[in-house]
């Protein structure tokens, strides 16, 4: 089974930074796509980063762009979101996401694998 872990949330205050990691565990089966997806208690999941694995294009949510980078590291599978000036509103629980088919950018249902989250909780 295909299982990925994240690590890297914690607290921080407003303007700071993180680095989330997403490590691959189990086969690693035509992961086509990877993205990270935020839920705050109370809202509805929503798609952050994106990237294409084959080509390396990337693609972010409109309030994030400037702030968040996701990037890959292919020697070990593993995808990283750092993120930059963070604000209050960034809190969240962050989850790494994985796609073997389909378009990457519109964080669809294509994205089947999952991590089990991480908090991110920016104070001001």
């Known amino acids: 089974q295909v299982q990925l872990v994240e690590s890297g949330g914690g607290s921080v205050q407003a303007g700071g930074s993180l680095r989330l990691s997403c490590a691959p565990s189990?086969?690693?089966?035509?992961?086509?796509?990877m993205a990270w997806f935020r839920q705050a208690p109370g809202k509805e999941r929503e798609g952050v980063a994106a990237i294409n694995t084959a080509g390396g294009n990337t693609y972010y949510a409109d309030s994030v762009k400037g702030r968040f980078t996701i990037s890959q590291d292919n020697a070990n599978n593993t995808v990283y979101l750092q993120m930059n000036s963070l604000k209050p509103e960034d809190t969240a629980k962050y989850y790494c996401?994985?796609?073997?088919?389909?378009?990457?950018?519109?964080?669809?249902?294509?994205?089947?694998?999952w991590g089990q989250g991480t908090q991110v909780t920016v104070s001001s």
């Open positions: 189990g086969y690693t089966y035509r992961r086509n796509c």
């Open positions: 996401a994985a796609a073997s088919i389909g378009w990457c950018f519109s964080f669809g249902s294509n994205y089947n694998y």
